[in-house]
């Protein structure tokens, strides 16, 4: 059995949607301990931009308060975000900070892990048969 290793990361791509007042927009990922997520946000005003667990998410998509793991107001990221561990995240903009329908486009994308920066020491994983 052979395991293949994609080097192109997976993306979640929105396009651009416009949004109304106090709708949000969100993309789900899954990232493994190692994994960053880039994300890449414009927007026609400034709106609420989230990362969020499970448990944050389900408690604001019911409309409660709800903390998030990262969150500021702007109108433009193009960063690398580490999560605390591997599992299921959610990545939010919440147009709250303006009245009007505001355009928004958000591409998240999961970068993948590189073995040799985790794996510094020999036994370091060299090719495919250490991942079979």
Same mark, same amino acid.
């Given at each position: ?15 651009? +949607?416009?949004?109304?007042?106090? #709708?949000?927009?969100?993309? !789900? ?7 960053? @997520? ?6 026609? %005003?400034?709106?609420? $931009? =989230?990362? =969020? !667990?499970?448990?944050?998410?389900? %408690? $604001?998509?019911?409309?409660?308060? %709800?903390?998030?793991?990262?969150? +500021?107001? +702007?109108?433009? @990221? !193009? ?6 561990? &591997? ?8 147009? !709250?900070? +303006?009245? &009007?329908?505001?355009?928004? #486009? /958000? ?6 892990? @590189?073995? /040799? ?11 495919? &048969?250490? #991942?079979?």
């Amino acid at each position: 059995m052979f395991l293949i290793l994609s080097l192109v990361p997976l993306a979640h791509d929105t396009g651009i +949607t416009s949004l109304d007042h106090d #709708y949000y927009l969100y993309c !789900n990922v899954t990232v493994y301990d190692g994994q960053f @997520i880039h994300v890449k946000l414009s927007s026609t %005003a400034p709106v609420t $931009f =989230m990362i =969020m !667990n499970q448990k944050q998410f389900n %408690a $604001f998509s019911h409309g409660k308060k %709800a903390s998030s793991l990262y969150m +500021t107001v +702007t109108q433009s @990221i !193009n960063e690398d975000f580490k999560l605390p561990s &591997g599992g299921e995240y959610f990545v939010v903009v919440f147009n !709250n900070v +303006t009245t &009007g329908a505001v355009n928004v #486009y /958000l591409r998240v994308s999961v970068l993948p892990i @590189i073995p /040799l920066v985790y794996h510094s020491s020999l036994p370091a994983p060299i090719g495919l &048969g250490f #991942y079979g």
